[in-house]
């Protein structure tokens, strides 16, 4: 098993472009969540999703859209990317939300110019 | 909103010390889980208590719940360079989702 995966790992975008982050998990989890990770700000969610079709949003979800229409992907959009979107990204999976154990990916690093 | 505080920020110790990093919140969780996260990749699950005063012991370390379950500690016996990392508490609210601390880095030096 991969477990979870994201691609890319690495990203430079200018002010304005768009990119979509890939993340699959081949645990059959539902539930998916999106993070960032910032120096001195820890682990900030941005968006979720409890089960394929579904998506909520988190604590940081401005500039960012997101889609789940399979089980085992969840894609993190940017329309327009700016520099305070610069920042670690990592995806994660859980079998359940009782105790909401997470599994996360290896994590995308994107720097927005 | 749910606060979770972690001290010490940073730590640097030998080999062979013993070391207590800890994790607090003013809130009441349903759980509450220890990872370790090594530089370039993804955060891993280490271990989740779920009872106030729970205590688990993972090979050298140990980590407790508070009674309350508001706050919870990582103990770590004889230290070795294979411990280096930033280790992250992360709190289950009400809602199901996860609130995480800022973390402690931790170097542990041969």
């Known amino acids: 098993n991969a477990g979870v995966t994201q691609t890319p790992k690495f990203r430079v975008l200018k002010t304005g472009q768009s990119m979509t982050l890939l993340c699959a998990q081949d645990?059959?989890?539902?539930?998916m969540y999106w993070y960032r990770q910032d120096p001195g700000m820890g682990l900030r969610l941005i968006h979720y999703?409890?089960?394929?079709?579904?998506?909520a949003k988190g604590e940081v979800p401005d500039g960012y859209n997101v889609s789940r229409l399979k089980k085992q992907n969840f894609l993190l959009g940017l329309e327009s990317a700016a520099p305070s979107q610069t920042s670690v990204y990592f995806c994660?999976?859980?079998?359940?939300?009782?105790?909401?154990?997470?599994?996360f990916g290896p994590g995308t690093r994107l720097t927005v110019l | 909103t749910q606060l979770l505080e972690q001290s010490p920020q940073f730590l640097s110790i030998q080999e062979g010390e013993n070391l207590t990093v800890y994790c607090n919140s003013s809130?009441?969780?349903?759980?509450l889980q220890w990872y370790r996260q090594e530089p370039g990749e993804g955060p891993v699950l280490l271990v989740t208590?779920?009872?106030?005063?729970e205590v688990k012991k993972l090979k050298r370390l140990t980590f407790q719940f508070g009674d309350a379950r508001k706050d919870s500690s990582l103990h770590i016996t004889a230290a070795q360079p294979g411990d280096t990392g930033l280790y992250l508490c992360?709190?289950?609210?009400?809602?199901?989702?996860?609130?995480f601390g800022k973390g402690t880095l931790l170097t542990v030096n041969p």
């Open positions: 992360a709190g289950e609210g009400s809602n199901y989702k996860l609130t």
């Open positions: 999703s409890v089960g394929e079709g579904t998506t």
């Open positions: 994660a999976s859980s079998y359940s939300q009782v105790y909401n154990e997470q599994f």
């Open positions: 645990m059959n989890h539902e539930y």
């Open positions: 208590v779920v009872t106030g005063g």
């Open positions: 809130s009441v969780f349903s759980s």
